[in-house]
C-alpha cells in the first residue's frame, strides 16, 4: 500500500517552470514504478512520463519530450516533474501514479496508486 500527495502546481505564464513533487508513504518506495498523468476539462487523463524504480530509465510522451523531466529520490520516497518551457496546453491537473509492473507503461489502468492532483495553470 502507498499514499501519494502531490504538490507544487500553480499558475505560470508561457514559457515559465514548475516542479511538481509526488510525496510518498509507506516502507516499499522502490518496488514502484512511478508515472505522472495529467488530465485537461473535457479530455481525458493522458500518460506524461514515467520512470523505473532505481531511476534508470524514463519514458515521457511525445507532446512533452525535451520540456519536462521526471526524476525520483528514493531516500526521499519523492518523484518530481520539472517542466520548463510551459504551454497553455500543458494546463490540466496533474496525478502522481504508482504501479507494482516494471514496464514503464503508459496506460492508466496499470496503475494502482493515485495521489488527489495538483492543478497547473498556464497562462498566455
Known amino acids: 500500500q502507498v499514499q501519494l500527495v502531490e504538490s507544487g502546481g500553480g499558475l505560470v505564464q508561457a514559457g515559465g517552470s514548475l516542479r511538481l513533487s509526488c510525496a510518498a508513504s509507506?516502507?516499499?518506495?522502490?518496488?514502484?514504478?512511478m508515472g505522472w498523468f495529467r488530465q485537461a476539462p473535457g479530455k481525458e487523463r493522458e500518460f506524461v512520463a514515467a520512470?523505473?524504480?532505481?531511476?534508470?530509465?524514463?519514458r515521457y510522451a511525445d507532446s512533452v519530450k525535451g520540456r519536462f523531466t521526471i526524476s525520483r529520490d528514493n531516500a526521499k520516497k519523492t518523484v518530481y516533474l520539472q517542466m520548463n518551457s510551459l504551454k497553455p496546453e500543458d494546463t490540466a491537473v496533474y496525478y502522481c501514479?504508482?504501479?507494482?509492473?516494471?514496464?514503464?507503461?503508459?496506460?492508466?489502468?496499470?496503475?494502482?496508486?493515485w495521489g488527489q492532483g495538483t492543478q497547473v495553470t498556464v497562462s498566455s
Open positions: 509507506g516502507r516499499t518506495f522502490t518496488s514502484y514504478t
Open positions: 520512470i523505473s524504480w532505481s531511476g534508470g530509465s524514463t
Open positions: 501514479a504508482a504501479t507494482s509492473g516494471q514496464s514503464l507503461v503508459a496506460l492508466s489502468s496499470l496503475y494502482n496508486y
